[in-house]
């Protein structure tokens, strides 16, 4: 069973930064990854994505802000900057479901989230 690990949350100022880190547990193939966020009351939203050909996207709120990068085959990183008191929210890493060497299916799987505070 593969399970995902989120770090690097904390409370920090407006304008300050973080970076988050998503650790897979077991690497069967390359996943495709994305970070989603959730704010109290709020449904939960997409952040960022990076395929499984390292190919990224990011949501238009947090374009040119947020970096995510795959610093390693079980490691995924996401660099905050210039951080809002509206980007305050759980952020929770995900992997895709994938069927990894032609008949290893890895399901849809979520970590348990690491939570990121920005005050005015």
């Known amino acids: 069973q593969v399970k995902l690990v989120e770090s690097g949350g904390g409370s920090v100022q407006a304008g300050g930064s973080l970076r988050l880190s998503c650790v897979v547990s077991?690497?069967?193939?390359?996943?495709?990854v994305s970070w989603f966020r959730q704010a109290p009351q709020k449904e939960r939203e997409f952040v960022s994505r990076?395929?499984?050909?390292?190919?990224t996207t990011y949501a238009d709120s947090v374009k040119g802000r947020f970096t995510i990068s795959r610093d390693s085959a079980n490691t995924i990183r996401l660099q905050m900057n210039s951080l809002k008191p509206e980007d305050t929210a759980m952020y929770f890493c995900?992997?895709?479901?994938?069927?990894?060497?032609?008949?290893?299916?890895?399901?849809?799987?979520w970590g348990q989230g690491t939570q990121v505070t920005v005050s005015q």
């Open positions: 990076v395929d499984r050909d390292d190919r």
């Open positions: 995900k992997i895709d479901e994938r069927i990894c060497g032609g008949n290893w299916r890895v399901p849809t799987t």
């Open positions: 077991k690497v069967y193939c390359y996943y495709d």
